[in-house]
């Protein structure tokens, strides 16, 4: 399995992005599909994630409300639109995924991870 993470830009406070994480490979596998971030000198944190089926998501606190994510199975694509983006969004966003369909928050449960893509967030 291959993710490949773009939509990552420099943005100003109150703008918005959507990233995109397009899946290949043995893509029937990936579960659950979700998104972490990390920003310098940070360790690497749950932003989002949800399962393949059923519609179940999840959000860390500091996300809610402002992001969303989804998810096109027939294109093996996963999407983070991030509204009202604050300087504190700044940071790496990587996707992962992961076989089992339990939607989880710990970035050791995920079998396989995108490159990252950066998202800057300054006036």
């Known amino acids: 399995v291959q993710l490949q993470a773009s939509g990552g830009g420099l943005v100003q406070p109150g703008e918005s992005l959507r990233l995109s994480c397009a899946a290949s490979?043995?893509?029937?596998?990936?579960?659950?599909m979700g998104w972490f971030r990390q920003a310098p000198g940070r360790e690497r944190e749950f932003v989002s994630a949800?399962?393949?089926?059923?519609?179940?998501?999840r959000y860390a606190d500091s996300v809610k409300d402002r992001f969303t994510i989804s998810r096109d199975n027939a294109k093996n694509t996963v999407y983070l639109q991030m509204n009202m983006l604050k300087p504190e969004d700044t940071a790496v966003y990587y996707c992962?995924?992961?076989?089992?369909?339990?939607?989880?928050?710990?970035?050791?449960?995920?079998?396989?991870w995108g490159q990252g893509t950066q998202v800057t967030v300054s006036s």
């Open positions: 490979g043995r893509t029937f596998s990936m579960s659950t």
């Open positions: 992962a995924a992961r076989n089992s369909p339990v939607v989880v928050l710990v970035s050791a449960s995920y079998d396989y």
């Open positions: 949800m399962r393949r089926t059923g519609g179940i998501t």
